[in-house]
């Protein structure tokens, strides 16, 4: 099995013919979306179909133009000599065009077309109505346009994925898992169940959300409907308390993080097809590690506090706190800034510039939450055999969360740490086979020597090697 880093680039001397040609078809579904989003009216019957088609075509006609006929194994050569992978004018631009996308997006709808009770949708909103009604019976709003281009996203540069990085069957396994749990549970069954209960049928938008991820789970709006809609509204309420209380622990007791992270979440989805070719941006200096823990932990308390004082809110049948509106001073300053502002305008606005899992590492309530159970009660590991590492660098380059991956393997020591979302990358990446994802007992999971590495057990993610 071929596990090493081609050193034959099919970019090296710029693009070729077939993957200029698949640029081109891409841009064109582009560019039909930026034309719309412009105000032009197009006919959404053709138009719709026709983007999404050209989308889907340009990106499975570019992944093979580079990774089809190369041999196995990841290719990751020239990334810091392009000004896309390398914070580039390219990148910087990108960047830019997706935060001002995310902007108007979460607070500007109307300038995207979305219309109001007495008028109907135009621009790129209503280039999706047809889309809309075909599955909710409703005109399209800003959500329904974000999550389907969201699936698109993932779906594409998922493909992508899969063929960078065929050799290995747990990213193929893994990543199969992203765009499923995307396609079905956060698209087309929130969709179809939205269609068939009407305005019951949100409860399904949250059929992968849990708190603290859900932060307005708790919120005095959201549990009346829960407990007034019926054997839906209580079968949520029940599953979402039940997912977080008893799920996630038991979960991530066998699996770590990752159970979630990255065979699950939409935000992992995107941060690992769409995202992957930004992943070594991601900053490896010990004082971002700093950075991280605070930020990431200090979100999960900010979040605690904000429930506990919407819970006392509700029972208590009180809209103020200490005198303090709990909607003004509470909930929406966290929704606007946490829920808005960061997981969706930075979070995915910034890949090319801070790695794609800026999010993740640095805000993510539910990660920090499942990361005190990897780091603390879990069988999850990431085994080293020191004497094998070469110091290429390849595991630490790669790494999206910023983990020092060789300062471990050069040591022989185990990672244990909160915010590994158990990728298996710096696995993938590495040439000699030092870095292996396990399940094993917590006996050894802090294990320094490197003599006792070679004697915990065999790799397994959900029963699944990370070689073929």
Same mark, same amino acid.
Not at 300 to 312: C, Q
Not at 339 to 346: D, K, P, Q, R, T
Not at 413 to 437: E, F, T, Y
């Given at each position: ?9 099919? =970019? ?93 997006? &979460? ?94 049928? &949100? ?20 549990? =009346? ?50 995202? =992957? ?34 819970? &006392? ?90 983990? =020092? ?64």
């Amino acid at each position: 099995m071929n596990n090493s880093i081609s050193i034959a680039n099919p =970019d090296s001397a710029g693009l070729n013919l077939q993957q200029k040609l698949a640029l081109a078809t891409g841009s064109i579904g582009i560019l039909i979306l930026l034309v719309s989003i412009a105000g032009v009216n197009l006919n959404s019957n053709i138009f719709l179909p026709l983007s999404i088609a050209m989308l889907f075509a340009g990106a499975a006609w570019y992944a093979h133009a580079s990774y089809g006929k190369q041999p196995e194994g990841i290719k990751n050569n020239g990334v810091y000599h392009a000004a896309l992978t390398n914070k580039g004018a390219i990148a910087w631009i990108i960047g830019i065009v997706l935060t001002g996308f995310y902007v108007l997006l &979460y607070w500007f709808p109307a300038s995207l077309g979305l219309a109001n009770e007495s008028s109907s949708n135009t621009g790129i909103i209503a280039l999706f109505d047809p889309l809309s009604q075909f599955f909710t019976g409703k005109p399209a709003d800003q959500w329904f346009v974000y999550g389907t281009l969201y699936t698109v996203a993932i779906l594409a540069m998922g493909y992508k994925f899969l063929l960078k990085y065929r050799h290995n069957r747990y990213q193929i396994i893994r990543t199969l898992s992203v765009m499923f749990f995307q396609l079905f549970t956060a698209y087309l069954i929130p969709q179809i169940l939205e269609g068939i209960h009407d305005d019951k049928a &949100y409860f399904a938008k949250d059929i992968k959300n849990m708190w603290p991820l859900n932060h307005y789970f708790f919120e005095s709006w959201h549990l =009346d409907n829960m407990l007034n809609g019926g054997s839906l509204g209580m079968f949520y309420l029940v599953f979402g308390i039940f997912l977080f209380a008893v799920g996630t622990p038991i979960l991530s007791y066998f699996y770590g993080k990752r159970w979630y992270c990255s065979w699950v979440c939409g935000c992992g989805g995107l941060a690992e097809t769409a995202g =992957d070719p930004f992943r070594h941006n991601s900053t490896k200096t010990l004082r971002s590690w700093k950075i991280e823990r605070w930020m990431v932990h200090g979100v999960l308390l900010l979040i605690t506090i904000v429930t506990i004082i919407v819970l &006392y809110g509700y029972f208590t049948n009180s809209d103020r706190f200490l005198g303090l509106s709990i909607y003004e001073y509470f909930t929406r300053p966290y929704g606007f800034v946490i829920g808005a502002a960061f997981s969706g305008v930075a979070g995915v606005g910034f890949y090319p510039i801070l790695g794609n899992r800026v999010w993740c590492r640095f805000g993510c309530p539910l990660a920090a939450y499942i990361g005190l159970f990897q780091r603390f009660k879990s069988r999850f590991r990431i085994t080293t055999n020191g004497d094998q590492c070469i110091s290429c660098g390849n595991c630490s380059t790669y790494c999206e969360m910023g983990i =020092d991956v060789k300062a471990y393997a050069q040591r022989g020591q185990n990672i244990v740490r909160s915010s590994c979302v158990g990728c298996g990358i710096c696995s993938a990446v590495c040439p000699r086979g030092v870095l292996k994802l396990e399940n094993g007992p917590e006996e050894g999971r802090f294990n320094h020597n490197p003599e006792l590495v070679g004697k915990l057990h065999e790799p397994k993610a959900f029963g699944i090697s990370d070689q073929k």
